[in-house]
């Protein structure tokens, strides 16, 4: 039984090194954010994705309407926006993929 014990041990070892660190690293999402009033005109402020589950918040500041929010993993998020200036529109949900890219756009008052 040791012996069978080490090859298992020696075999999950080759294997792990053979794929290397990636195969071990959850995929997680790019979300490019686009913020615009009812004109059309870009607004900025703080975006903010809340996980419907709990956990930690992933926010941005905007500038020029656009900001991006690396590593975001997969799932339902609550989107707020904290406008630079003016009322702040109702929050929203949005699903998130569990990788890639993804466009969110975010409408302000």
Wanted: glycine fraction near 12%; proline fraction near 10%; include cysteine.
């Amino acid at each position: 039984m040791p012996r069978f014990r080490t090859l298992v041990l020696t075999l999950g070892l080759a294997l792990g090194f053979a794929l290397g660190p990636a195969s071990l690293a959850f995929a997680r999402a790019l979300v490019v954010v686009e913020v615009r009033g009812p004109d059309g005109t870009v607004r900025d402020g703080q975006v903010t994705l809340r996980p419907a589950s709990g956990g930690a918040p992933h926010s941005c500041q905007t500038a020029n309407g656009t900001c991006r929010i690396t590593d975001v993993p997969g799932g339902r998020y609550v989107v707020e926006f904290a406008p630079a200036s003016g009322e702040a529109p109702p929050t929203r949900t949005a699903m998130i993929p569990p990788d890639g890219t993804v466009t969110l756009h975010v409408a302000a008052r």
